[in-house]
């Protein structure tokens, strides 16, 4: 099975979108908290810029080869701690939204859901990111661990490709 690009390549696509999802999510952050005042929302957001950015560190990390000189940095310890939090600030969310639902429908008031799911929204971006630099740490992690060329077999085998005969 053959990549449509080298790893290099990859990386370097990823490091891109982090770098522009930081960016948005910022600007996102910004305009929730000054133009429309829902801090929750601008919260949310910022707190996704936040993980977006970690992406970006790990992978401007592997693109310059930084990890091997300084394994430390890759966030391992952390993890487990940034995805729960990811995790239940995502339930959290969904359930204020659930809960905002029916309190309106019971007091018979019209209903105004769009700060509530786009909390949802947002809380579900910031577990995709959390989701993400937990699966990309380890893999980093996994393949540090090894030698140079077990670490390059355990890239191929990654990507799908086939071992090169030696």
């Excluded at 080298?6 to 600007?27: H, M, N, P, Q």
Aim: one cysteine or more.
């Amino acid at each position: 099975m053959v990549a449509c690009c080298s790893r290099e390549v990859r990386v370097r696509i990823v490091l891109g979108y982090a770098i522009l999802s930081t960016f948005l999510s910022v600007s996102a952050a910004l305009v929730f908290a000054i133009a429309f005042n829902v801090y929750q929302l601008a919260t949310w957001s910022a707190i996704s810029a936040v993980y977006s950015t970690l992406v970006a560190i790990l992978h401007g990390m592997a693109l310059r080869s930084n990890l091997r000189a300084n394994p430390g940095s890759m966030l391992t310890q952390l993890l487990p701690a940034v995805l729960l939090v990811a995790i239940l600030g995502m339930v959290f969310s969904l359930g204020l939204a659930v809960y905002a639902l029916a309190r309106a429908i019971s007091d018979g008031e019209e209903l105004n859901i769009k700060s509530h799911y786009l909390l949802v929204v947002w809380g579900f971006l910031t577990f995709k990111w959390a989701i993400y630099l937990f699966r990309m740490a380890r893999f980093y992690a996994r393949s540090l661990s090894l030698t140079p060329e077990d670490a390059t077999a355990f890239i191929d085998q990654e990507e799908g490709n086939e071992p090169e005969a030696v």
